[in-house]
């Protein structure tokens, strides 16, 4: 994938990290805003420094990895960074990449992740290599799956992981 400019939404700009961009992350909130030009909502990723981090590190070891790693919404309207999303990496050889994403808590239930989520769907779905993409959720009905439901996931499975319980997998297949 070349070098992207970030997607834009309706209301939102999604923001492609590269390593540095995420090492001024992990360093601050006062870092990260000015190098985005941008406010940063309180606790506006509960993903962490680890998810962060781990990103950084794959952007670290490739330049093939950028723009399958993270995203930061920015909301146009209040300048804002509002969340954390993007990609689990580039695409596997069966064409698959894995969807994540987060809206803080003063900017939920307006449709935002919603937004977010079909934003990055739409930038996967226009490489030629992608055939699908999935997602995880906790094992219940909640805003995640209501939101996978929205963009057209179907839920696939049911998996018991050791640290998070019941978690459902979602697919997408290519329109």
């Not at 997607?7 to 090492?23: F, G, H, Q, R, S």
């Not at 870092?31 to 962490?48: E, I, M, Y």
């Not at 399958?68 to 999303?85: A, E, Q, R, S, V």
Request: with cysteine.
């Amino acid at each position: 994938m070349a070098v992207q400019m970030a997607i834009e939404t309706e209301n939102l700009w999604l923001v492609p990290c590269n390593a540095e961009m995420l090492k001024i992350a992990i360093k601050g909130n006062k870092q990260l805003s000015k190098l985005l030009g941008a406010a940063l909502v309180d606790q506006w990723t509960t993903f962490g420094v680890d998810a962060l981090r781990y990103a950084m590190d794959q952007l670290s070891a490739s330049s093939l990895e950028f723009g399958w790693w993270t995203y930061f919404p920015i909301h146009k309207l209040d300048n804002m960074l509002i969340g954390c999303g993007g990609y689990k990496g580039s695409p596997t050889k069966e064409g698959t990449v894995e969807l994540g994403y987060e809206i803080a808590s003063r900017y939920c239930n307006r449709g935002l992740a919603t937004e977010m989520a079909r934003g990055l769907i739409l930038n996967a779905f226009a490489d030629s290599r992608i055939k699908s993409i999935l997602a995880h959720t906790l094992g219940e009905s909640n805003a995640s799956t209501r939101v996978l439901a929205k963009c057209g996931f179907v839920k696939k499975e049911e998996i018991y992981d050791m640290e998070d319980g019941l978690i459902w997998k979602w697919e997408l297949i290519r329109p």
